[in-house]
């Protein structure tokens, strides 16, 4: 259960960003990169941490998003400009998602926030955060169920905190590096896998 919480925590918390851009188009201003995330997760009284690594080329087109739990490598999602998988290194399955529509991630994107959620007070900006030395827009957004905070620069989501009534859980980046040259091989799945049909 741990190793597939922080994925699908990551999948709800996107969810909320209004903001979604096709796989196709340039998502983000910045050509590559590989941003380090650390999160932590309140299970009752108990405080667990992880770490996502993603990794993006060609303003988005290509994504990799590796989950790792109790430093070890869990979970991959990739995608190659045309499809989304999902990969489950332990078990060594590549599950066949479908067309890349969006990505792995969604575009952090404020100027295209609802009006309404403005208007009503169910979304307001708030003072810029500063994540792995990069200044960043923030917002939070009010929802019945709990509070969400959003944190992003050049279109990539830097930060989001849910603090709802069961969950409360954290994503933060902490390094980012624009330099390194990521290897083509990091957005296909690997080889030797077995490879599945699904539409989670």
């Given at each position: ?94 599950f066949k998602r479908g067309p890349a529509s969006y990505g792995t991630e969604v575009r952090f994107d404020t ?21 792995a030395g990069i200044t960043c827009v923030a917002f939070e957004r009010i929802t019945p169920a709990g509070v ?53």
């Amino acid at each position: 259960m741990v190793a597939r919480l922080a994925p699908v925590l990551v999948l709800a918390c996107a969810s909320l960003l209004p903001s979604r851009l096709g796989a196709q188009e340039r998502k983000y201003d910045v050509k590559s990169g590989i941003i380090t995330y650390e999160t932590s997760t309140l299970e009752g009284r108990v405080q667990i941490a992880g770490r996502i690594i993603l990794y993006f080329d060609q303003y988005g087109r290509l994504e990799c998003k590796d989950t790792y739990v109790n430093g070890m490598l869990k979970e991959s999602v990739l995608c190659d400009g045309k499809t989304v998988y999902t990969v489950w290194h332990e078990k060594r399955i590549v599950f066949k998602r479908g067309p890349a529509s969006y990505g792995t991630e969604v575009r952090f994107d404020t100027e295209t926030l609802p009006a309404g959620e403005k208007s009503e007070g169910h979304i307001k900006m708030l003072p810029p955060m500063t994540l792995a030395g990069i200044t960043c827009v923030a917002f939070e957004r009010i929802t019945p169920a709990g509070v969400v905070t959003f944190a992003g620069a050049d279109h990539i989501l830097m930060y989001c905190e849910r603090i709802l009534k069961e969950e409360n859980w954290v994503m933060k980046a902490v390094s980012v590096d624009e330099k390194s040259v990521i290897p083509a091989s990091k957005f296909v799945p690997p080889a030797g896998y077995a490879e599945r049909e699904t539409h989670f």
